[in-house]
């Protein structure tokens, strides 16, 4: 594989996780036609922040993470603050993996009447194991994953499509025009991989941009072509992981395919995620790896308690800490144009308010989000 699509590769596989399973459910409530505005939406203005972002790490000579890029052009508390919407962003994607796969559990054993309690621990407690281990398979295998991701995407899609009926897409509901976009936010998270595409394209640089564009593009378009498929066979009935309602309507295909891939994306997201937390705590912070393995996985068992719902927990912390972070990168990116250390292989000629005004929408939108959700 060539570096770009592997560069390319790894910007999808970073955005495409569990949380396209909770779109359908979220922008159900608003329909169709304003949850495909409302993904158009933010999905350009999170694709202009990721290519705000490679021009970053392009006028910047060393490598550096997003953390390490606050620091260098807007200071240490900057710094501290990323990693702390970072540590919570992934703490809030665990949690929402728990739920969603005690969901698919209880689906899948329901004749057993599994307590939902029992549900979330046996997901948890085996993923949990294999995190302590350090198995870090699934993020050393993205150029397996991420193609078989893809795929999978698009064939329950398909399949949901032979049971299509235009008549579910017609409900309009303008009131909850600003209701799925924290989830949509989350769904679209993958800044952190531009760093580790500029250093696999360190002697390709000139095509980073390329790689960005190519990156965002299919889950940009599996999303609109997933929640377009999934609204137009359920009726309204869906569930928090549309998989789940797939497969209680049309049968085993969607009840064994579909969930078994629903459980699998959540899986491995989850012991990659679990992995990165604990080398934030291990690596960036010196904490004994026995102790960063107790701060990785203590929080997230708030879910057992069922405080939260899945979509719920994508809403909020897309709303709480991944919504701040586009905000900070944003104000990075106006940064380093006064003070980048070397000419950009690539420049964005935005007007000059274009950058403001994405970050004051932002700024209303999750405002706004977060006192629809609570």
Same mark, same amino acid.
């Given at each position: ?183 949509i936010a989350f769904a679209f998270s ?8 500029? #250093? /696999? ?6 095509? +980073?941009? @390329?790689?960005?564009? !190519?990156? =965002? *593009? $299919?889950?940009?378009? %599996? ?13 309204? #009935? /869906?569930s928090e992981v549309a998989t789940i309602? +797939?497969? @209680?309507?049309?049968? !085993?295909? =969607? *009840? $064994?395919?579909?969930? %078994? ?32 393995? $107790? ?36 104000? $990075? ?42």
């Amino acid at each position: 594989m060539n570096k770009v699509l592997k560069a390319s590769f790894i910007f999808t596989g970073t955005i495409i996780g569990a949380g396209v399973l909770g779109l359908p459910y979220v922008i159900e409530k608003s329909g169709f036609l304003i949850g495909l505005i409302d993904i158009v939406l933010i999905g350009t203005m999170i694709l202009l922040i990721s290519l705000m972002l490679g021009e970053v790490t392009l006028r910047t000579k060393n490598p550096h993470q997003l953390p390490g890029l606050a620091e260098k052009y807007i200071g240490k508390e900057a710094k501290d603050l990323i990693a702390f919407l970072s540590i919570m962003s992934i703490y809030g994607a665990l949690t929402a993996y728990i739920q969603g796969g005690g969901e698919i559990i209880l689906y899948f054993f329901d004749f057993f009447n599994i307590p939902s309690l029992i549900a979330k621990l046996l997901f948890f407690i085996p993923l949990a194991t294999i995190t302590c281990f350090g198995i870090k398979g699934v993020e050393e295998g993205e150029d397996i994953f991420t193609p078989l991701i893809i795929i999978f995407i698009f064939i329950i899609s398909l399949g949901a499509l032979v049971h299509f009926d235009k008549a579910n897409l017609t409900k309009v509901e303008l009131f909850y025009f600003f209701t799925p976009m924290g989830a949509i936010a989350f769904a679209f998270s993958g800044l952190f991989a531009i760093p580790q595409m500029k #250093e /696999i394209l360190w002697f390709e640089r000139k095509n +980073l941009k @390329k790689s960005i564009l !190519i990156g =965002f *593009s $299919i889950p940009f378009f %599996l999303y609109i072509l997933f929640t377009f498929s999934c609204l137009g066979a359920l009726d309204g #009935e /869906i569930s928090e992981v549309a998989t789940i309602s +797939l497969g @209680k309507h049309y049968g !085993i295909f =969607f *009840s $064994i395919f579909g969930n %078994l891939f629903a459980l699998f994306a959540m899986a491995t997201c989850f012991i990659s995620l679990g992995n990165a937390l604990i080398e934030i705590y291990n690596q960036d912070y010196g904490i004994n790896k026995k102790i960063s393995f $107790i701060f990785a996985m203590s929080p997230p068992l708030i879910a057992l308690a069922g405080l939260s719902t899945f979509t719920e927990v994508l809403s909020l912390t897309g709303t709480l800490f991944i919504i701040p972070l586009y905000i900070l990168t944003i104000y $990075i990116f106006c940064k380093a144009k006064k003070f980048g250390e070397r000419n950009p292989e690539y420049e964005l000629r935005l007007p000059y308010w274009l950058p403001y005004l994405i970050a004051l929408f932002l700024l209303f939108v999750s405002i706004l989000s977060l006192n629809l959700i609570i």
